[in-house]
């Protein structure tokens, strides 16, 4: 269930997909892979941009997709239960 | 569908990111399958790593343990992974307060080591003579005590016996119990009587007494041919004298404990001991030790002990006393210092001259 959230910016591809073939090809998980099935999956992919602020995904959540940052950076924060 | 997310991720900076869908990535795997073995190989690597990590901390916490540890190894290890960051520094945090309160117990451990080599242990024989019946024990609450004893013979003729209890606890306690130990020591050597030389003791410990602290005290200068004992009892809980065959007295306080006041004045009583009476001197510990119930010992019912026990020999009888106090505490953990000192005269131990 995708959450429909309003500060998701749909900028489907203002950069070229080929130049984020290129980004994914230069990561290790994605070296091995040749650029046009890259390209391919990248048909199906959403490019999404979030203000400072903004939560991408929550702990506790159902995980229904993978988030690879293209530009910018992030918070992480988990939150675990006192030890008593 | 999945597992749920393990973190919460938040936009620091503008933030770009792709979204691929689970059914889309799974296809995507499917039909590469050199994807999937990069994955596998990223998964492995994080273990290894992670692994790693987590092994050197388990040899240092076992190292920590055995008191091996050095803190400069935790320098080779500046957060392998970034997600053990925090994690390293607490675990430093951790390591170095352990080793921090180990120094502290080790050096209160010497501390402790050196007031109790304070307190006489050895039996005292008047001109190499048959052994004085006097036995003492202290049982300290925790490394550091604030109780004391002590005796010794003034020219293998006269035997002092002294029973304190020093304000406060712990290292500044222990320091003030030796000054007061030293100064009695000194002063009863010097002064011509008892209550010189305790005025003397007094005014060392309040003139450099920075902590305000104060002792009880309780001291006898008893002549062993004779049976003159002369005593002084500075606001120290009331010592026994045993008579067999006669009423017990009790020895009540008549003075200022040492360190408060300048100049004070100290009141001494003079009394006979006979064959077979026994002194018997305590600490509050004694009193004032508590049971799991939180029950008092208290003085009554420690009066109605001492009264029951036979006078005979000074060990069997401290340890006996002490014995039946500690029993009753049993399971509890001790509050206080435990001290007891037991003297039973005997004029023909002493071989008189010529």
Excluded at chain 2, 195 to 214: K, Q, R, S, T
Aim: glycine share 6%; net charge negative; aromatic share 8%.
């Amino acid at each position: 269930m995708t959450k429909k959230n309003t500060a998701y910016t749909h900028l489907q591809f203002d950069i070229p997909a080929s130049d984020i073939a290129a980004i994914l090809h230069s990561h290790p998980l994605f070296a091995e892979t040749d650029l046009a099935a890259l390209t391919e999956l990248l048909g199906r992919a959403r490019l999404l941009t979030l203000h400072p602020g903004e939560v991408l995904l929550r702990q506790g959540e159902a995980s229904d997709a993978a988030y690879i940052v293209i530009e910018g950076s992030a918070s992480v924060r988990i939150e675990t239960t006192m030890a008593g | 569908m999945g597992v749920p997310r393990t973190a919460t991720i938040e936009a620091t900076n503008p933030l770009r990111v792709l979204r691929i869908d689970n059914g889309d990535l799974q296809k995507f795997g499917s039909e590469n399958p050199r994807f999937l073995a990069a994955v596998m190989m990223q998964v492995g690597h994080r273990f290894q790593t992670f692994n790693q990590a987590v092994g050197f901390y388990s040899n240092a916490l076992r190292a920590l343990r055995q008191h091996d540890f050095d803190l400069r190894l935790l320098e080779d290890l500046k957060a392998p992974l970034p997600e053990l960051a925090d994690f390293t520094k607490s675990f430093r945090q951790l390591a170095e307060e352990i080793v921090e309160r180990r120094a502290h117990r080790e050096e209160m451990a010497s501390a402790a080591a050196i007031q109790r080599s304070m307190l006489p242990l050895a039996a005292l024989r008047p001109r190499g003579d048959t052994a004085l019946d006097l036995f003492a024990l202290m049982l300290p609450a925790g490394d550091i005590g604030g109780d004391f004893y002590d005796y010794f013979l003034l020219e293998d003729r006269r035997l002092v016996i002294t029973i304190g209890d020093v304000s406060g606890k712990g290292i500044p306690a222990a320091l003030f119990m030796t000054a007061v130990q030293t100064a009695l020591r000194l002063a009863l050597r010097q002064q011509q009587t008892l209550d010189a030389a305790i005025a003397a003791a007094n005014d060392l410990l309040v003139a450099n007494n920075d902590e305000e602290m104060f002792a009880t005290l309780f001291c006898a200068v008893i002549d062993i041919a004779s049976g003159v004992a002369v005593v002084c009892n500075c606001g120290h809980p009331a010592p026994f004298v045993l008579r067999p065959g006669r009423g017990p007295d009790r020895i009540t306080s008549s003075s200022l404990p040492l360190g408060l006041q300048l100049d004070a004045r100290f009141k001494t009583e003079t009394m006979m001991m006979r064959n077979g009476d026994m002194i018997f001197l305590w600490t509050d510990g004694l009193s004032d030790a508590l049971n799991t119930a939180g029950e008092r010992y208290g003085e009554q019912r420690l009066e109605q002990l001492v009264f029951a026990l036979s006078t005979e020999r000074a060990r069997d009888f401290v340890l006996a006393a002490t014995g039946l106090v500690t029993e009753f505490a049993s399971e509890a953990s001790q509050f206080d210092d435990l001290t007891a000192l037991a003297f039973v005269y005997h004029p023909n131990i002493v071989d008189p001259v010529g």
